[in-house]
T-cell receptor, first 112, second 113 residues
Framework: DTGVSQDPRHKITKRGQNVTFRCDPI?????LYWYRQTLGQGPEFLTY????????KSRLLSDRFSAERPKGSFSTLEIQRTEQGDSAMYLC??????????FGPGTRLTVT | GENVEQHPSTLSVQEGDSAVIKCTYS??????FPWYKQELGKRPQLIID?????GEKKDQRIAVTLNKTAKHFSLHITETQPEDSAVYFC????????????FGKGTKLTVNP
């Protein structure tokens, strides 16, 4: 598979639970981005990795959010103590140059 | 930080007509402007992009124009087809650092057969 993949595609959780999402970027893409998209809006930047280093985080990323990219390949995004406001589509994108970013299919999170 | 405004929010055209979507950006240092197409329930798909050293770029039925002085850029789709129906997002990126994309709010294009 040559595209960005994400798992799971859908997640329903109860408020207060922790959730973790995974992103597998395109092979050899050293840049990886997480975005969040709510209904009727464009994606909003959350965080950026170059190889294994997390180099930028948005103010949207509260202390309950943490992301890792341990070996510079796949990445995980964890949300602790989920809130209803966390319900959104979480998109991952990868790039070799920074400019051309290719998105995965997203993980749709519903917090009940 | 960068801010991107996109208009219109919805656009309905007849099959075969042209469609134009416009975006403005706030930071004159932005140098990369991609357009994404997102069908319902699908991932955003990069369809065309332009860099600040170019004024226009074409790819078959789609084209993008950039006016750096006015800080706006536009997507043009000619000979629209029903399969062009989707939400289109423009974005802008500053050079250096993460080169994260700042997106507009999207335009829902409907092409009526």
């Amino acid at each position: 598979d040559t595209g960005v993949s994400q798992d799971p595609r859908h997640k329903i959780t109860k408020r207060g639970q922790n959730v973790t999402f995974r992103c597998d970027p395109i092979s050899e893409h050293n840049r990886l981005y997480w975005y969040r998209q709510t209904l009727g809006q464009g994606p909003e930047f959350l965080t950026y990795f170059q190889n294994e280093a997390q180099l930028e985080k948005s103010r949207l990323l509260s202390d309950r959010f943490s992301a890792e990219r341990p070996k510079g390949s796949f990445s995980t995004l964890e949300i602790q103590r989920t809130e209803q406001g966390d319900s959104a589509m979480y998109l991952c994108a990868s790039s070799s140059t920074g400019n051309e970013q290719y998105f995965g299919p997203g993980t749709r999170l519903t917090v009940t | 930080g960068e801010n991107v405004e996109q208009h219109p929010s919805t656009l309905s055209v007849q099959e075969g007509d042209s469609a134009v979507i416009k975006c403005t950006y706030s930071d004159s240092a932005s140098n990369y402007f991609p357009w994404y197409k997102q069908e319902l329930g699908k991932r955003p798909q990069l369809i065309i992009d332009i860099r600040s050293n170019v004024g226009e770029k074409k790819d078959q039925r789609i084209a993008v124009t950039l006016n750096k002085t006015a800080k706006h850029f536009s997507l043009h789709i000619t000979e629209t087809q029903p399969e062009d129906s989707a939400v289109y997002f423009c974005a802008a990126s500053l050079p250096g650092g993460s080169e994260k994309l700042v997106f507009g709010k999207g335009t829902k294009l409907t092409v009526n057969p």
